[in-house]
């Protein structure tokens, strides 16, 4: 069985474009570092908060999907506490059923 992960992160509203696209890369990059693969990256946008993080209202939600070690989350989890950029974070781990072998009737 393999292990898919979804990690959706929201960024501060002020950042520019440019900063938002470094900040995906950084992440992108540690988690290849990592020997995580098939990463999917997806910027949601801007988009309202149901409530504030210190002061903002707003929020650009960026989700990645990937598969790889669970040591990455780690590592991945700690740079965004880390962060200025980062507001909030969270990881699911999802697991995706392989196909069962088809017996053949003889």
Same mark, same amino acid.
């Not at 960024?11 to 988690?31: C, F, H």
């Not at 020997?35 to 989700?63: C, F, P, T």
């Given at each position: 069985?393999?292990?898919?992960?979804?990690?959706?992160? #929201?960024?501060?509203? /002020?950042?520019? /474009?440019?900063?938002?696209e470094q900040?995906?890369?950084?992440?992108?990059? =540690? =988690?290849?570092?990592?020997? +995580? /693969?098939?990463?999917?990256?997806?910027?949601?946008?801007?988009?309202?908060?149901?409530?504030? #993080?210190?002061?903002?209202? /707003?929020? #650009?939600?960026?989700?990645?999907?990937?598969?790889?070690?669970?040591?990455? #989350?780690? =590592?991945?989890?700690?740079?965004?506490? &880390? +962060?200025?950029?980062?507001?909030?974070? &969270?990881? &699911?781990?999802?697991?995706?059923?392989?196909?069962?072998?088809?017996?053949?009737?003889?």
């Amino acid at each position: 069985m393999q292990i898919v992960y979804e990690t959706m992160y #929201i960024l501060r509203p /002020d950042l520019t /474009d440019e900063q938002v696209e470094q900040t995906v890369t950084k992440y992108e990059n =540690l =988690l290849k570092e990592q020997g +995580s /693969d098939n990463i999917q990256i997806q910027n949601r946008g801007k988009r309202r908060l149901a409530y504030e #993080i210190n002061r903002h209202r /707003d929020g #650009i939600y960026i989700q990645m999907n990937y598969t790889g070690p669970g040591n990455a #989350i780690a =590592l991945l989890e700690r740079a965004m506490r &880390l +962060s200025e950029e980062v507001i909030r974070y &969270l990881t &699911l781990k999802q697991a995706v059923p392989q196909p069962e072998p088809v017996e053949e009737v003889a």
